[in-house]
């Protein structure tokens, strides 16, 4: 198994432009997640996935749009990239069963600057 | 809602001495708890998890962490501090159980082994 990949590991964007960051699993899981890594401030939750063809907003999913057409991927899309979305982006998957917790295997990050 | 303070941003100890990182949560549900472990420039890996069964829970490399529910805590130790144990912890706290559960991260503690 690859686990959970990601795409590009770095990138540079200018103020305006557009991007998405590909996210793939090979684990068969239901759950996948978009988290971003700022200094000081932990991850926190952009968007989330219980399954193919349903997602939901986290607790900073703000100039992000994701979509999850198979169980595989998960792209994260940045719409007109800002100087605040500078980060680190982490993609994570997990199973997901009633009753059963299940441990997040997460993948190894992508470095986003924008200037 | 939920909630994960990390009482510590930064730990150092020197090589060989007992190692001690600090958590407490808040939690409205019967909480699952982990400890995330992320080296430079690398993904997060799990390294141990409470879902309620015994509250001494043992991870890899050593790491143990005890859930304390008066206290509300979930310190992590390690008997002796390695070099390579050098990393940033997170402690983790779980809303549910099921595929919709979300996890709450804490900001991180920083350890720091010296020789």
């Known amino acids: 198994n690859a686990g959970v990949t990601q795409t590009p590991k770095f990138q540079v964007l200018k103020t305006g432009q557009s991007m998405t960051l590909q996210c793939a699993q090979d684990m068969n899981h239901e759950y996948m997640s978009w988290y971003r890594q700022d200094p000081g401030m932990g991850l926190r939750l952009i968007h989330y996935?219980?399954?193919?063809?349903?997602?939901d907003q986290g607790e900073v999913p703000n100039g992000y749009n994701v979509s999850r057409s198979t169980t595989e991927d998960f792209p994260l899309r940045l719409l007109s990239a800002a100087p605040s979305q500078t980060s680190v982006y982490f993609c994570a998957s997990r199973r997901g069963r009633q009753g059963m917790t299940y441990e997040q295997y997460f993948g190894p990050g992508t470095r986003l600057t924008v200037t | 809602a939920q909630s994960v303070t990390q009482l510590d941003s930064h730990v150092s100890v020197s090589e060989g001495t007992p190692v001690l990182l600090r958590c407490n949560y808040s939690s409205s549900y019967s909480p699952s708890l982990f400890w995330y472990v992320q080296h430079p420039n690398k993904g997060l890996q799990l390294l141990l998890k409470y879902t309620s069964a015994a509250t001494l829970v043992k991870g890899i490399n050593g790491f143990e962490a005890e859930f304390k529910k008066s206290e509300t805590s979930f310190h992590l130790t390690k008997p002796s501090a390695h070099m390579s144990d050098a990393a940033e912890y997170f402690c983790?706290?779980?809303?549910?159980?099921?595929?919709?559960?979300?996890?709450?991260f804490g900001t991180g503690t920083r350890l720091q082994v010296t020789l």
């Open positions: 996935s219980v399954g193919a063809g349903i997602t």
């Open positions: 983790v706290v779980s809303d549910g159980t099921g595929t919709a559960s979300k996890l709450t």
